[in-house]
């Protein structure tokens, strides 16, 4: 099993541009998350999806969209990519959204200019 | 507002000697706690968990509600545990893990 993973490993951005960052899991999860990193702040929850079909903000939603596609894959979209966007994305999953552990896909490396 | 706080940044031991990582929360309620651990390039993962009482790979952390701490201990370090730890509360009722801005640790040979 691949566990979570997360596509693309790096991408750059130039301030306007727009794109989806795509998440998929193999382990029958009901939940999903996405989480953005910067140094200093820790993990910090943009959207999180309870169950194929919902989703739901979280702490940092702004300048984001999210689709769950299915019950495998959760996509997060920057509409208009922002400097403040470039950060460390992270895509976790969980049996569900009481699950006691959460497992973490790679992360997507972002920098917008 | 729900908060964790993680002190040290950087930390850094012998091989050998005790290490502790402070998480300190601000929570309603009882909060279950967690500490993940990211090595060096590895994904984030759960290390251990509150409730269960474990011992994972030599650590143990225990709750203390009057302090409203969670420190992460081990009695002797060892280079494997050179790492990013974040400890993590989340409400019993709500949905969310809160992760700490994480401690670096650093087991000097």
């Known amino acids: 099993n691949a566990g979570v993973t997360q596509t693309p490993k790096f991408q750059v951005l130039k301030t306007g541009q727009s794109m989806t960052l795509q998440c998929a899991q193999d382990?029958?999860?009901?939940?999903m998350y996405w989480y953005r990193q910067d140094p200093g702040m820790g993990l910090r929850l943009i959207y999180y999806?309870?169950?194929?079909?919902?989703?739901d903000k979280g702490e940092v939603p702004n300048g984001y969209n999210v689709s769950r596609l299915n019950k495998r894959e959760f996509s997060l979209r920057l509409e208009s990519a922002a400097p403040s966007q470039t950060s460390v994305y992270f895509c976790?999953?969980?049996?569900?959204?009481?699950?006691?552990?959460?497992?973490f896909g790679p992360g997507t490396r972002l920098t917008v200019t | 507002a729900q908060r964790v706080t993680q002190p040290e940044k950087l930390l850094s031991v012998f091989k050998g000697a005790p290490v502790e990582l402070k998480c300190n929360y601000s929570?309603?309620?009882?909060?279950?706690l967690f500490w993940y651990v990211q090595y060096s390039r590895q994904r984030l993962q759960l290390l251990l968990r509150?409730?269960s009482r474990e011992s994972i790979k030599g650590f143990t952390a225990d709750l203390n509600k009057g302090e409203t701490s969670f420190h992460l201990k081990k009695p002797f370090a060892q280079e494997e545990d050179s790492a990013m730890y974040y400890c993590?509360?989340?409400?019993?009722?709500?949905?969310?893990?809160?992760f700490g801005t994480g401690t670096s640790l650093t087991v000097i040979p």
């Open positions: 976790a999953s969980s049996e569900a959204l009481q699950g006691i552990e959460q497992y």
């Open positions: 929570y309603s309620g009882s909060p279950e």
């Open positions: 993590a509360p989340k409400t019993r009722t709500g949905n969310q893990f809160y």
């Open positions: 999806s309870a169950s194929e079909g919902t989703t």
């Open positions: 509150h409730i």
């Open positions: 382990m029958n999860h009901n939940s």
